[in-house]
Each structure stands twice: as C-alpha cells, then as structure tokens.
Nanobody, 123 residues
C-alpha cells in the first residue's frame, strides 16, 4: 500500500506563495496530481505530473501561470509551487497518485491519496 505524506500548507496573504510537497513511500508511482476542496464545494483538479520517457504536466485553467508542479526523483517527492495566491485558492489540498501513466483529471483515476493540507489565503 503506497502512502503519501503531504506538507507545506499554511496561512498566507493574497499575492504570497506556498510550496506543497508530497512524498511517496514507494517508487512505483507514475502519475501524481493535486486536488483541492474548498468549504462547501466539490473536490477539483489542480495539476498533474506524469512520466514515462518524458515528463508531462497539466494544470487547471484557474491556476495556469501561477502554480508549478515539479518532481525530485531522487527524493521520490513532487512539489506544487503556488505563487500569486488568491483568496479563492483557499482549501484543503490533496496529493493523489497512481502507478499508471494517467492523463486524466478525474479523481477516480488515482488509487492513493494523502491526508490533505490546509491552504488559507487571506485578502
């Protein structure tokens, strides 16, 4: 059973930055994604990073140009650098993972989930 350990959430003012980390317990993961859930709203896709021979990354339109996903293969860790944060970015951020190369943004495509980390952006 793959375990994901998230860290990096917190409270930041609008315009600020945070970096989330997600470390997997095994090296069998081929796709990671970040989802978020705001109070009273459904969980939504934020970004995904996947690799086979090449690395592929995609983002939700709402975060394009502000968020950057990356990975450190040596540390078996992926990151989500979040810049120019807005109050509407507030929510619990979840790391998700799959042992498959998954190009979709549907949460059903991911088999493993982190515990979530709170991100709060004040105006």
């Amino acid at each position: 059973q793959v375990q994901l350990a998230e860290s990096g959430g917190g409270l930041v003012q609008a315009g600020g930055s945070l970096r989330l980390s997600c470390a997997a317990s095994e090296r069998t993961i081929r796709t990671y994604a970040w989802f978020r859930q705001a109070p009273g709203k459904e969980r939504e896709f934020v970004a995904a990073i996947r690799w086979n021979v090449l690395t592929s990354i995609n983002y939700a339109d709402s975060v394009k140009g502000r968020f950057t996903a990356s990975r450190d293969n040596a540390k078996n860790t992926v990151y989500l650098q979040m810049n120019s944060l807005k109050p509407e970015d507030t929510g619990v951020y979840y790391c998700a993972a799959s042992t498959r190369y998954y190009s979709g943004s549907n949460s059903d495509g991911y088999d493993y989930w982190g515990q979530g980390t709170q991100v709060t952006v004040s105006s």
